[in-house]
């Protein structure tokens, strides 16, 4: 059962992840208290020319041309204060709360998509709705007249529309989850385990599997079906060999019924001059032409598309937000940090000392592209001589500089003069635990930064 599920799966985890990418953008960050030397390097899968107003966006940022560290490659090098530049497209920062003891430096960075959360839940139900009427229009044009339509009907405007907002949904969850935890596997280190990079979508898929079989559109006995179509390599085959059980079984309709109902489903060649034909009837199909009639203005060759192209620009890039592989861009990320975060979404390079990312990066409805890490620098110079050593790093360090920053005038007054006075020696955790606040009703920051200092304190 698990080897059946595992291949069930496989198909959803590859339109969940993708594969292949267009675009390579390789950032190097090394910040520092005063801002970012940022580099970009930038280039196209396949020794294509890169996009020429991209290149000119980013010489604008930069304020210079371009170096060449290879052919195809091109580099960009720059220092940024605070925002971070929309070289690849997207928004970030880079923040310093300095305190005495030491300081919090935040960058945080989002590579373009879509974080409108209300405006991907519309857009999705639209494209739901839209693809169950043209589900249903075509299965009308086709067997309107027979007297098992209205069972047909009913199905595909109620169970299967419900469905088919359900599945978009599924499918968003999970590219929230994963966009917030994503899988690392970094191209240039390949794994001998072809499974690797769909285990963090397994429970996705499993509840989407779930969901499906629950309500009757597979049955464990069927999966090989469905896997022995899909080797066809032909939509028209598996919509014949498979669509009138599925149909007339959520329908109610008896096996007698079905033959007869979905006669323009008996043969591939049928299937696929009745599906193409509709949806070249279809408004979307006249939006591919106008564009592919623009597009021709500047390249000749452009191929004409495809009525089925509708099908697969509505359900798989709108649908379930699944970007083909030459849809994605790809943004690789390493950002030199003087401590090893605390916090970051990120990979720790300890020889090298940085945080690494690799993640893929669209234009369209997904949510965007993350990537954040947090981390403390004590200064060490200003601890030693108070405390005899550093006490204060990493994240007890950020809890210390975030209450030190809230204080009042008068109650920085009052702990700046406590810790002036420290010294190391054996006194050291008595003078703090004899710290006592100067103020009628005391706000408990004070009183916090006592507890973190004895915490250190031995």
Known sequence: MKYRLTLFLVPITVLLSGCGHDNHYELELTPDADGVERQLTCWRRGKLPFPAEQ??????IYGRPPSKPAPEQFRFDGRFTGKMPQDVGGAGTYTV??????????????????D????????????????????DEWFESQMGQDRNWPQVHRFLTEDFRRDLHNLSLYFWRAQAVTADDPPSQPSDKPTN?????????????ARIAQYF???????????FNWIKALEGGSSSRLLAELLPTLVAKKAGLGNEEAIHAFDFLSDPNRVRESWNGFLERTNEYEDLLRTWEETKTTTPTAPRPTPDEVFLEIIFKQLLGWKFAWDHDEVKLALATVERPFATNGEWDEQHERVRWLQPIDDGGSLPTYCYAI?????????????????LRDRALADYVATYLVLTDDETAQWDRLIVD????????????GFVVKKEQPRPQLKQLKELLLDVIK
């Open 193 to 205: 385990d072809k499974w690797d990079s769909f285990a963090p979508y397994v429970d996705h898929t």
């Open 55 to 60: 290149l000119a966006l980013a010489e604008k």
């Open 213 to 223: 079989s629950e309500r009757g559109y597979f049955e464990p006995e069927e999966l």
């Open 116 to 135: 409108d959360l209300v405006e991907q839940f519309e857009q999705r139900g639209k494209v739901a709705e839209r693809l169950a009427i043209l589900v």
């Open 97 to 114: 709360f300095e305190a005495p003891m030491g300081s919090i430096a935040i960058y945080s960075e989002r590579f373009r998509g879509n």
């Open 422 to 433: 420290l010294h190391p020696g054996e006194r050291l955790r008595a003078s703090v635990l």
């Open 375 to 391: 981390w403390s620098d004590p200064n060490s110079a200003f601890q030693i001589e108070h405390f005899g050593k550093v006490l």
